[in-house]
């Protein structure tokens, strides 16, 4: 069986400006980055803002498992399946960062027949978007520490006091080494203190990038970031340093979305990638816009399962940017299913009808929580080799009979859009209905701590949550300095409705511990830093980065 790489590089790839000719737009409306590759126009984008929307489908999924679900792969062939059928869709996607391509999970541009192109480069350099966020956090960190240096007044009057200053530095890579650093080490350099890198999807610049409405919207946001205190006691933002300007210019070309295609010959807005476990998961606002303007559907995914991603989509995003999903599908496999009932990762191929059952209580709790936001759902069982008829029959069954939504059987990695059409006629049908009624899961009025509680309550299913002493003391403070509004942003594992990743299924009545709260004030979130997540994480013990090369004919081998 060839690999996903192998199926790409055999694919014809079609010159981009035709896939922006099916969209209507003009080679004027896109900036080429070669043959396949373009980013939509600033003048395109501000063009794209009075025309109607179309319907946004969200693609989600049980808890993830080392057994794999197919969320990309499966909101790829379904925007292939929905052109398919006649319904003109865009499908809009995050980019892949480089630390889970070179870690454990591999590349994110899907699989098989259901593949984004030229997933090389995507799952690699791509536009540059992701080095321009990482510069543009860096500069602020420069900033900062030569603002130290030279004990420079602020726009507050006083200088930053160095206790105080919360503003790490990021790197797109996954290294535990960097979590926790030494700086301003040496005579003549800024004053010594500890800091430390997260990784670049973590970065509040990423999350600023892509919740911003456009550039002026970018730009406030940016001026917006907290960064420590001044001598007086007084909050220190970015603009107060003067940073804001200059973290924007490296962000102009990163702020347009990026043009790219299919195997299937469907176009894809690929744009932003903060992680679901430790920001909020979802692409560009700008590229969802831009997708629901330029087609029928828009087709978009968010990270991870259902209580990390799609809540977070329908919590944060979704109410920043005005959108209300009109269907959700909710992604599972019948491999995952077991493990979540308890399998053993060698068994998974063995038929257990027992273990399967108690897995299904895992997809059950996911449906039930997407249906708490007025959304309807149908679920797409991705069909793995190795898997039997009566599996795939119970699974139906249990969608059917107990939860009271339609599920089908994608055989997209194999087959292309032919093996998701019904899938897809599903989610049309759905969203022509008009069943949606849309609704966040808390009033933004709602105290922090309350908010905090809901999601564990309502999602995780949860006893409560056991703040930490210092976390307590911080939300409170956030509350007395007019932050009690925002919205509140999980860090927490994605293996897991509990604090714990070595916890399947779907238990009940657990506490989530909460050990630190964050504001990211340019954002517009507060995160909560749950049990042991961290943000910066760490490579396995065996690397993908291991089995990646290159052939002597400049090919990439080994990417997945």
């Known amino acids: 069986m060839p690999t996903d790489i192998e199926i790409a590089q055999a694919a014809t790839l079609r010159p981009i400006a035709e896939i922006a000719a099916a969209l209507g737009l003009g080679e004027a409306d896109i900036e080429p980055y070669g043959h396949a590759i373009a980013k939509l126009g600033a003048g395109t984008l501000r063009g794209l803002a009075g025309k109607p929307p179309g319907k946004l489908v969200l693609v989600t999924a049980i808890n993830p498992t080392p057994a794999g679900e197919g969320k990309t792969t499966t909101t790829i062939g379904l925007g292939d399946a929905l052109n398919r059928i006649g319904r003109r869709t865009v499908i809009a996607l995050r980019e892949p960062s480089l630390g889970p391509v070179f870690g454990r999970k591999g590349g994110a541009t899907g699989g098989g027949q259901s593949q ?33 240096h030279y004990r420079t007044k602020t726009a507050t009057g006083h200088a930053i006091d160095v206790r105080t200053v919360t503003w790490r530095r990021v790197l797109d890579m996954n290294d535990r080494s960097l979590r926790d650093v030494a700086i301003g080490l040496g005579a003549g350099n800024a004053p010594p203190r500890e800091s430390g890198f997260d990784i670049t999807v973590a970065s509040e610049v990423m999350a600023v990038l892509c919740l911003a409405d456009d550039l002026a919207d970018l730009q406030a946001r940016l001026a917006r970031i907290r960064i420590g205190r001044d001598e007086a006691g007084n909050a220190v ?15 102009v070309d990163a702020m347009q979305p990026n043009l790219v295609q299919s ?19 979802c692409n560009s606002v700008v590229a969802t816009r831009a997708a629901l303007a330029l087609g029928e559907f828009a087709v978009t995914e968010a990270g991870f399962g259902a209580d990390l991603g799609a809540e977070k989509f329908c919590n944060i995003k979704c109410r920043s940017a005005r959108l209300a999903p009109a269907v959700a599908v909710v992604v599972a496999t019948v491999r995952a299913l077991k493990f979540h009932g308890g399998a053993a990762l060698a068994d998974l191929g063995v038929e257990d009808s027992a273990v ?7 997809l059950s709790r996911h449906v039930e929580n997407m249906a708490k936001f007025g959304v309807p759902v149908v679920v797409a069982l991705n069909a793995f080799n190795g898997d039997t008829a009566a599996e795939h029959a119970a699974v139906i069954a249990h969608c059917r009979d107990v939860l009271g939504v339609e ?22 049908a759905l969203a022509d209905a008009g069943t949606a009624r849309f609704r966040p899961l808390y009033p933004l009025e709602m105290p922090l701590e309350d908010k905090l509680r809901v999601i564990a309550r309502e999602i995780y299913r949860a006893a409560d949550i056991a703040l930490s002493t210092v976390a307590l003391r911080t939300l409170r403070q956030f509350a007395e300095q007019g932050f009690g509004h925002l919205p509140v942003c ?16 779907a238990t009940v009545g657990h506490i989530l511990p909460i050990r630190e709260v964050r504001l990211s004030a340019g954002a517009g979130f507060v995160v909560a830093l749950c049990g042991d997540v961290n943000t910066m994480p760490g490579l396995p013990r065996l690397p993908a980065a291991n089995h990646i090369g290159v052939s002597d004919n400049g090919h990439i081998t080994g990417l997945s």
Not at 490 to 505: I, L, N
């Open 116 to 148: 984004v192109l030229p997933m090389e480069r995507i799952n690699l350099h791509f536009t540059g978007d992701f080095h321009a966020i990482t510069s543009a956090h860096n500069l602020l960190a420069a900033l900062i520490d030569n603002a130290l």
């Open 237 to 251: 933002t970015a603009g107060d340093i003067g940073a804001a300007g200059a973290m924007a210019a490296l962000l």
């Open 263 to 281: 195997i299937g010959g469907s176009p894809a807005l690929i744009h932003g990638g903060p992680f679901a476990n430790i920001a909020h998961g």
């Open 356 to 362: 399967l059952a108690t897995g299904l209580l895992n």
């Open 407 to 428: 599920a089908h059987l994608c055989r997209h990695w194999a087959e292309g859009a032919a093996g998701a059409e019904g899938l897809a006629r599903s989610v049309a």
């Open 490 to 505: 999980m860090a927490k594992t994605p293996y897991s409705f509990t604090a714990d990743e070595k916890v399947r299924g």
